[in-house]
């Protein structure tokens, strides 16, 4: 698959050609599948929600998202990580709410995620620290998505931003920092 295509459909779809919405769905189903399977690896095995599943119901989402003028490929995959992010928080959120809370799933963060200790960290948590980044700096927020829930290279970050390389690396090492902490503090208030 060349990016250019998906990029030219993605365009041919803002303009309103219905043909080109079939033609996508195999274009991207192979990378959307793989975000998919990253993710549902970190969970708890015997997990309800499949890879296909979490696929299909972003794949769902993205296409309603009709009055986005999608600029690249870049930017569809960032908007899927979102989605997907919250796809599976809500999956937690609706299980810890039938386990009231004592089946709150720790997923792992690798050292190009979050942290480099190898610690896990609930996605309940972590999606709720990076609400609080949001509210404090909403471009170190978006770089931990795209990074962490649609696994972009630091470059189709820069690139989705429309900032610089040395910006995003930048924001990402404070952003991380400020999340460890933030992780940090939750476990301890929890224990």
């Known amino acids: 698959m060349q990016r250019h295509d998906v990029t030219q459909i ?16 195999p274009m991207i189903y192979d990378e959307l599948h793989a975000l998919a399977q990253a993710q549902l690896r970190q969970e708890r095995p015997g997990h309800t929600l499949q890879a296909t599943a979490l696929v ?32 599976l928080v809500d999956h937690a959120r609706g299980r810890d709410r039938l386990k009231r809370g004592g089946d709150r799933k720790r997923i792992p963060l690798d050292s190009s ?10 996605l309940i948590a972590l999606h709720e620290a990076l609400e609080k980044l949001e509210a404090l ?7 931990v998505e795209l990074r962490f829930f649609g696994g972009l290279s630091m470059k189709e970050v820069a690139d ?14 404070m952003a991380r920092a400020w999340l460890m902490k933030q992780l940090a503090e939750d476990t301890k208030g929890a224990e």
Do not use: P
């Open 160 to 173: 989705v931003l429309g900032v610089s390389l040395r910006t995003v690396e930048g924001d990402w090492t």
């Open 10 to 25: 993605l365009s041919d779809m803002h303009g309103g050609d219905r043909e080109s919405l079939e033609k996508l769905l």
């Open 137 to 143: 700096d909403s471009r170190q927020s978006k770089i």
């Open 56 to 87: 299909n119901e972003a794949y769902l989402k993205l296409i309603e998202l009709k009055h986005i003028k999608w600029e690249g490929r870049a930017h569809f995959f960032g908007a899927a990580a979102r989605i997907i992010r919250r796809i």
């Open 113 to 122: 995620a979050i942290q480099d200790d190898g610690k896990s960290v609930d």
